[in-house]
């Protein structure tokens, strides 16, 4: 060591023995060091509790992390190397009896570096060590003040709250009380890689975070308070621990932050780890809970819970749905199910095997299918006996699903092979023997003649069927298309009755009550017809013993009381009333269903492949129109349907075109 090393040595040991505040008195150090090492940079870092250092030249923004040498730290030995830009870096860690107390770092000009100050700072780390370690025993002991802010802060913490709730209190206590202009609650998440940082009670972006994200890191990392002193004042970082685990970080930024609220911090710190572990393990219940919520919510299945009474616990917006009932009728604590199915009553077929099922509520889970009348449903209900999460209540589930379409689809199934075997197979089969017939010998003109017209007659009626079966599976595939114009439906129907009329027997007549003046309709040509001969085709077919069958157009004023909803568009009604077989009202809904054919003697007789009705209904929906039926077994019906009405109409004096 030279002897201006051992001068600069002698002022230091003096000035570091002075009474001034710990950061003047290592100001005074490293000017003084500077005279026999000439560094461009240096900073001293003290791991008091809170850890601050001190730089020189005082640097506005350096960044903790970047300075602070983990080699240096993990060897607690000295690191000399090189930092790049013609510059070295000499970091040289304090540690008394194998604790580390801190740090001297230098940043030296290359050029000017002299590897004879070595021995210099090896010197200057001894006396460090003593300052550091004197200056821990002087210690501060809480105020009254500080106790009571502290009581405060533990008081507000013992409420269990959710993240954004605590991280206010906090960041409002540790303003209120540490003379800080901004704190900042870290809370580590997915491990360490991630941090959610609340400024007060929002989570949010703005760029203090990213700046104190660095020293947040920092202070967790080496599970030690850090001060940062810099142009702005003091930033100061507490990691947040709940005994060995580290569980997020405070980070206070203030001017007129001083070393008692470092101490206030630090003690706070220890309130709020635990506090910050709770509120994460509750965020995290709400959050899978609220999960869960949504996932129940928008689940198609209901769900219902009830407990040992049958009272409705808890239940999904499926549930009230799938009944048919407002979610407003299904209230918690309201017995299953009268109160609940008031509503309902009307609709199920046997209410007290109803009631029975949701009140026998042990034993084995079980699976039950109930049919719901007006409108048609299938509903699976599977009861479920469960135990709450004690083992002691007794709890039932209930799971809902609507299995209406799935059945139909299964039914339409079978009717198809049946419809296609049975229905195909009568005129084919008297087609070939009539055929054959006529192979194997001569007949008589008018015999021939009749035989033919059988044969005619079968064979139309086998392409009338493939012609139902294709227009199902157009429907299906969406690819029929309207070819709509402006039409008289008066002109159209007639046209129509004059042909049916041709091939109807004695039995029955076809009536017309079409007004002369009736609006035209904006439709297609085609699909109108084939709509209204499969109704009075229908009709005839069912009015065995015959008798007037009546087709009335009218301008909708008041929707008939038997109608569905009916979109608000002016449109036309055409009802085709009969005097037939009629059709029992609890089989008016599945009528119109694909394949689906009442089934009694009487229809047994008439023959049919259930298609009509459900191609009819397909056809008016095209037209964005409603049909419906109202009847009473025995007493005949009357079909309905609504066409909407041509908007542009041309009016002249003699009514409409
Ligand atoms: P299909 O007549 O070929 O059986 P539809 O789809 O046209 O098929 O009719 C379905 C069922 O509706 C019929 O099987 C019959 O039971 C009933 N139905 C249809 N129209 C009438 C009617 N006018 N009177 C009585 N029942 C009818």
């Not at 509750?282 to 919510?297: C, G, V």
């Not at 002109?491 to 035209?520: C, F, G, S, W, Y």
């Amino acid at each position: 060591m030279t002897t201006s090393h051992l001068q600069t040595l002698h002022w230091i040991t003096r000035s570091l023995a002075g009474d001034e505040p710990l950061a003047e008195r290592l100001h005074t150090m490293l000017v003084k060091l500077r005279a026999s090492l000439p560094y461009a940079e240096a900073r001293v870092i003290v791991l008091q509790t809170p850890a601050w250092s001190y730089c020189l030249p005082n640097q506005r923004t350096p960044s903790w992390a970047a300075h602070w040498t983990e080699e240096m730290l993990a060897a607690r030995a000295p690191v000399t190397r090189s930092a790049g830009q013609q510059q070295h870096y000499l970091g040289w860690p304090i540690c008394q009896d194998e604790e580390l107390l801190g740090a001297v770092e230098l940043w030296v000009v290359t050029e000017e570096l002299d590897q004879s100050c070595i021995p210099l700072l090896d010197a200057l780390v001894p006396l460090l060590a003593m300052t550091i370690q004197a200056e821990a025993t002087r210690g501060l002991s809480q105020t009254t003040s500080q106790l009571a802010a502290l009581q405060e802060l533990q008081e507000q913490l013992d409420a269990p709250c959710l993240l954004a709730p605590l991280a206010l209190t906090v960041t409002e206590w540790v303003q209120t009380h540490c003379a800080a202009q901004q704190a900042l609650l870290h809370v580590i998440q997915d491990g360490r890689s991630s941090l959610l940082s609340f400024v007060g009670a929002a989570y949010d972006q703005v760029d203090t975070v990213a700046t104190t994200t660095v020293l947040a890191h920092s202070a967790m990392h080496h599970s030690t308070a850090l001060m940062h002193r810099n142009g702005n004042g003091l930033e100061c970082a507490l990691p947040l621990r709940v005994g060995r685990e580290t569980v997020g970080a405070l980070v206070v930024i203030g001017r007129g932050l001083r070393r008692e609220s470092g101490e206030l911090l630090y003690a706070a710190a220890t309130l709020i780890g635990p506090a910050l572990r709770r509120a994460v393990v509750y965020q995290q219940m709400a959050d899978k809970e609220q999960q869960l919520a949504r996932i129940l919510s928008n689940l198609p299945t209901g769900l219902a819970l009830t407990d040992r009474e049958g009272l409705l616990l808890q239940s999904n917006p499926a549930w009230a749905h799938l009944w048919g009932v407002p979610e407003t009728t299904i209230q918690g604590g309201q017995l299953v199910p009268w109160d609940m199915f008031e509503p309902l009553l009307p609709r199920l077929p046997d209410p007290i095997a109803f009631d029975q099922f949701f009140r026998h509520t042990e034993g084995a889970v079980w699976d039950a299918t109930l049919q719901l009348q007006e409108p048609y449903q299938l509903l699976r209900i599977l009861r479920i006996p469960l135990l709450d999460a004690l083992g002691q209540r007794s709890l039932t589930l209930f799971v809902l699903t609507d299995i209406t379409r799935e059945r139909e689809a299964e039914r339409a199934k079978t009717e198809f092979v049946s419809v296609v075997s049975h229905e195909l197979r009568t005129p084919l089969t008297s087609i070939l023997g009539y055929t054959e017939l006529l192979r194997a010998r001569d007949f008589a003109p008018a015999e021939r003649f009749e035989l033919l017209d059988t044969v005619w007659r079968q064979a139309t009626h086998l392409s009338s069927l493939v012609e139902d079966l294709l227009n199902v599976s157009r429907i299906d595939a969406g690819r029929i298309t309207l070819s709509r114009w402006v039409l008289s439906l008066r002109q159209l129907v007639t046209e129509l009755i004059a042909q049916m009329n041709k091939q109807l027997d004695h039995r029955h007549q076809l009536l017309l009550d079409i007004p002369a003046q009736l609006p035209p309709v904006y439709a297609d040509r085609d699909r109108v017809r084939q709509i209204l001969s499969n109704l009075l085709s229908n009709a005839i077919k069912y009015s065995p013993d015959g008798g007037e069958i009546v087709l009335r157009a009218e301008v909708l004023s008041t929707p008939p009381p038997s109608a569905p909803a009916l979109p608000p568009e002016p449109a036309l009604l055409i009802t085709v009333r009969d005097p037939g077989i009629g059709i029992d009202p609890a089989e008016q809904q599945r009528i119109f269903e694909r394949f689906y054919r009442v089934d009694n003697s009487n229809t047994r007789r008439i023959g049919g492949s259930g298609l009509g009705l459900s191609i009819t209904k397909a056809l008016v929906e095209l037209h964005g129109g409603r049909l419906w039926v109202s009847s009473e077994a025995g007493e005949g019906s009357t079909f309905a349907f609504t066409l909407p009405l041509a908007s542009d109409v041309v009016h002249t004096t003699n009514g409409y075109l």
